[in-house]
């Protein structure tokens, strides 16, 4: 019948994740690119000595007994429906790429940096296109508003490809300002020249050399599935409607801020409305562009990070709970790393820190007002259930309703675990799933 074993076990795979139970049916990723400052956010040490406290204050919040940066005014009003870890670590401190790898994909290779190849292990969006596709006319991974460069002119970042799954398991990468008048799609957008008869005449083209591209070779087959979902998208009013930012009120535009990452986040809100499964917004044309703080640490975080930050990450989680859709999304916020506890004498800056960070979950099936983990005194290492960014991705991906002790396969049916290292931490979701 044309199924070889390993053909069959993935089959096998792919029904067994969709007979799991979920707590989520979309994930919306702020990645904040580049390694924001828990010190300065999260897990202030308003009590460390100078040369290590920061100059901004703690403020209360709606969770009792847990302070915020005053620079966060918002979320600190919303910390009664979130799960913040404070115990983060990994190994990598020197190299951005490996760094955000390890996050996106919980596979640590240390300090191993380097562009993306087609050997990585699959992005989050990549391996649920795979395991829980969406509908033909939906698009399942959209990355916004930038591929990230390892630095100014570098390679892509990885963590954010379909690696060994194949290109056809790419984001789709929307990379013009969702803030801009006239930002539009070209990739989903008919040229002039192409009626809708003709793109139908194509469609049965592709359709009939499907079985031969089978045939030949994996290449082959992938880009034929490339071209069948273009077509679908193409064709689709409900994903062309989604990109349509300007059906959105003045009000609520403002309301997520009028800069290229609120409107990228407002776009991630009616993208998984029209039913995308995960968005990934990169906070940064390159990794050291924006949360790379360096030099001047407070005084980028105070003028720029963090009013843009709260308002667009406040805005999310208030218009999804609105809309009745905050219960079945997770909204992420991940960094790559934290900031060094010690203050450097670049105009107050701090450098790379691994040893200790904070993430920060809410909705999707995780526990409302959940403080997990401590650190130190100085915020430069775990004092309490430390854990590792593969146990982060492997509990997005329980709540999910996928495996991540599971197998995915390349296109050389090579089996690999779909975290490569990490856990599901049971203690951050509000249900247990099987």
Known sequence: MGLSLP???????????????????????????????????????????????????????????????????????????????????????NSHAA????????????????????????????????????????????????????????PPQPGFFGGILGNSYDPLFVLKDPNAPDFRVPELTLQQEVSFDRLDARRKLFESAESAAKATSATTGEMTRMQSRALDLLTSETTQRAFRLTEESNAMRESYGRNIYGQSALLARRLVEAGTRIVTISWAPDANA?????????????????????????????????????????VAVIGDFGRTPRINANNGGRDHWNFCYSVMMVGGGFKPGLIYGS???????????PLVPGDIISTIYTALGVDPTGDIHDAFQRPYRIVPAGETVWDLLRDRVS
Request: hydrophobic share 35%; aromatic share 6%; charged share 20%.
């Open 7 to 93: 053909h069959l076990l993935a089959s096998d795979a792919a029904k067994a994740n969709s007979r799991r139970s979920t707590l989520a049916d979309n994930c919306i990723l702020l990645f904040l690119n580049g390694g924001p400052s828990h010190l300065d956010m999260w897990d202030l040490k308003p009590n460390a000595p100078d040369g290590i406290r920061g100059e901004f204050k703690p403020i209360s919040t709606s969770l009792p007994g847990y302070q915020m940066c005053e620079h966060l005014p918002r979320l600190s009003r919303q910390a009664h429906l979130a799960t913040v870890v404070r115990s983060m670590n990994h190994t990598v401190n």
């Open 99 to 154: 760094a955000v790898y390890a996050s996106l994909t919980g596979h640590d290779r240390g300090e191993q940096g380097g562009g993306a190849k087609a050997t990585d292990h699959p992005s989050l969006g990549s391996i649920m296109a795979r395991v829980r596709p969406t509908e033909a006319n939906v698009v399942p991974h959209v990355c916004l508003p930038y591929i990230t460069k390892e630095g100014a002119g570098g």
């Open 290 to 330: 924006t949360w790379d703080t360096h030099g001047s640490n407070f005084v980028s975080l105070k003028n720029t990070l963090l009013p843009q930050f709260d308002a667009a990450c406040a805005s999310l989680v208030a218009d999804l709970s609105e809309r009745g859709m905050l219960d079945r999304t997770v």
């Open 375 to 385: 650190s130190d005194a100085t915020g430069a290492f775990p004092a309490s259930q």
